[in-house]
């Protein structure tokens, strides 16, 4: 099962190379195949072309933010310069993905070009706020996230014990404690998402998803499963499922 995965930026080497293989460890353990796009070299077409050849597509994290015009907004101060080469990049996988029903996950900035894509909204800075949402990647894990229980990502982490231990059901809500490496996040979501997880100290978005009795995976974490891999069985379980999926319309 190839697994398109976009570089995290179209300039910044040194991250892309530390950040990239996180995401292609993460798939190649799950049983896939992880195939970079690399955004300074291929056109458009290629990115179609790899797109076609693949099973399913990851959104990586970036230290870019999505071009606030693009939801109707005007740049915040706190916002970082967007990366129009990853936007491009991620608007030809996600437009493929969801044309040939092919899973979707986004992971961090990952879930917010996915959102936008689907005309959603993000809130541009999330700080002040009790939370430290960018804690970033020395911290294993910064707080906590409350997952609805019928969610598609409440029942994934309810079917083993391992992930139940992990993230405890009380009061229908799983609470999961995840990492975080962000100050932005989510705000109004898009066409065919629901919020399926937040922050119970702030409210911030941690998780959306479309609807489960739909046949189509997507899949969008505020957080890094790809960091907390070896650690979090949670993590491993998330990357199985998109990788299930990605084999359940696998052509030869």
């Not at 179609?48 to 740049?75: E, F, K, N």
């Not at 999961?176 to 702030?202: F, K, T």
């Amino acid at each position: 099962m190839r697994i398109a995965i976009p570089a995290p930026t179209s300039a910044e080497l040194v991250y892309n190379r530390r950040s990239w293989l996180y995401y292609a460890e993460a798939i190649t353990r799950s049983g896939g195949e992880p195939v970079m796009i690399d955004l300074e070299l291929i056109s458009a077409a290629e990115v179609a072309a790899t797109a076609i050849s693949c099973d399913g597509v990851c959104l990586p994290g970036s230290p870019a933010d999505i071009d606030p015009h693009r939801y109707s907004a005007d740049p915040d101060p706190a916002t970082s310069p967007a990366d129009f080469g990853r936007e491009f990049a991620d608007n030809i996988l996600l437009a493929h993905a969801y044309a040939n029903r092919k899973p979707i996950l986004g992971i961090c900035y990952g879930v917010q070009s996915l959102n936008v894509y689907r005309g959603g909204s993000l809130v541009q800075d999330i700080m002040p706020l009790p939370v430290n949402h960018s804690a970033g990647r020395s911290v294993a894990i910064a707080h906590t996230a409350l997952i609805a229980e019928h969610s598609g990502l409440g029942q994934l982490l309810l079917a083993t014990d391992a992930t139940r231990d992990e993230a405890p059901l009380i009061d229908g809500y799983l609470r999961l404690p995840i990492n975080s490496s962000h100050h932005q996040a989510v705000s109004e979501p898009g066409d065919g998402l629901r919020i399926v997880s937040r922050c119970p100290d702030d409210g911030v978005i941690e998780a959306i998803e479309s609807d489960p009795r739909t046949p189509h995976f997507v899949l969008g974490v505020q957080w890094h499963p790809e960091r907390s891999f070896d650690i979090s069985p949670a993590s491993r379980a998330i990357f199985a499922r998109f990788i299930q999926e990605a084999a359940s319309r696998h052509r030869p």
